[in-house]
């Protein structure tokens, strides 16, 4: 009698483990967390999507809001979110200390792929024309850690034989906080430059903040590696799976957002996706 009930026992044990991604799943609240690229905040552009996702699988996402891009990867380190919006910078950081994977990333509507750059943007009646001009400007940038408004601006201006840490280069560099500041200290003369991504250059166009008349691109950046969503590989693979396959299919069920406005649809990314990234990163820390 005591081998079948031992016997039973580890069935019950068994039966109650396995449905996890069925029973389980469904009553989970997950929190999402974003860097903060816009002054609109990115949350919102997200509201859609979180809402699919949430009928498609039961589970319950909260978007939460944080001041900084570390603050953004400390949360999921910390398990205060499971899933996250980063720039490709921030991802590669997260995905070294925080354990997370990237497993998304919105392709907007009109574009062919995820892909984006970086901009140099000037006053419409600056007399700069080419990126080697800017020196001896001051040069404003989105925020130390943004992928396309401080990482790849560096890029291009090595290219160009400038630094952002020789201060003979430029008159002052400073972070602004967000692209969308970063713009602004350019429409108002606070800078001569600004470096920034192009979703954000486009969305405040399309929302009325600026008149293309009023600004000029002196530069265009080769394309970035789109910023993904990543979720938290502590998440049971189940969990994981079926938040990927709805994100991939939320399209179907609605109009659906992300970073830079509405997306057409979401493309499955990889955490290899990222290696151009890495070894960019690599490269500016080895010249400072």
């Known amino acids: 009698m005591n081998i079948y009930r031992k016997f039973f026992a ?18 989970m609240n997950l929190k999402m967390v974003f860097v903060p690229a816009s002054e609109k905040g990115d949350d919102k552009d997200y509201v859609n999507l979180i809402n699919i996702i949430g009928d498609l699988t039961g589970i319950e996402i909260t978007p939460i809001r944080v001041t900084d891009y570390n603050a953004a990867v400390e949360a999921v380190r910390a398990n205060r979110a499971q899933i996250a ?11 070294e200390i925080a354990d997370v994977e990237a497993f998304a990333a919105g392709v907007r509507k009109g574009d062919t792929d995820a892909s984006y750059f970086a901009y140099f943007v000037v006053p419409a009646d600056s007399e700069l024309q080419t990126l080697e001009e800017i020196k001896g400007k001051t040069l404003a940038l989105n925020t130390i850690g943004s ?12 290219k160009v ?5 020789n201060k003979d280069d430029f008159e002052n560099v400073y972070y602004a906080g967000s692209h969308d500041a970063c713009l602004m200290a350019v429409l108002n003369k606070h800078a001569d430059v600004c470096g920034m991504s192009s979703r954000n250059f486009d969305a405040r166009i399309l929302d009325g ?6 600004v000029r691109i002196i530069h265009r950046s080769n394309p970035v590696p789109p910023p993904p969503l990543a979720y938290s590989k502590k998440l049971p693979i189940e969990v994981r799976n ?23 649809h979401y493309i499955e990314v990889t955490d290899s996706d990222y290696d151009l990234l890495r070894e960019v990163d690599r490269l500016l820390s080895s010249q400072q």
């Open 10 to 27: 580890i069935i019950v044990v068994v039966l109650l483990s396995f449905p996890f991604s069925i029973s389980q799943a469904e009553s």
């Open 147 to 158: 992928t396309s408004g401080d990482l790849i601006p560096q890029v291009e201006l090595m």
């Open 85 to 95: 919006w980063y720039g490709g910078k921030t991802y590669i950081q997260a995905a």
């Open 242 to 264: 079926k938040i990927k396959q709805a994100t991939l299919e939320a399209h179907k069920y609605g109009t659906i957002g992300g970073y830079g406005g509405e997306m057409s």
């Open 161 to 165: 034989g400038l630094s952002v840490k």
């Open 209 to 214: 903040t600026f008149k293309l008349e009023q």
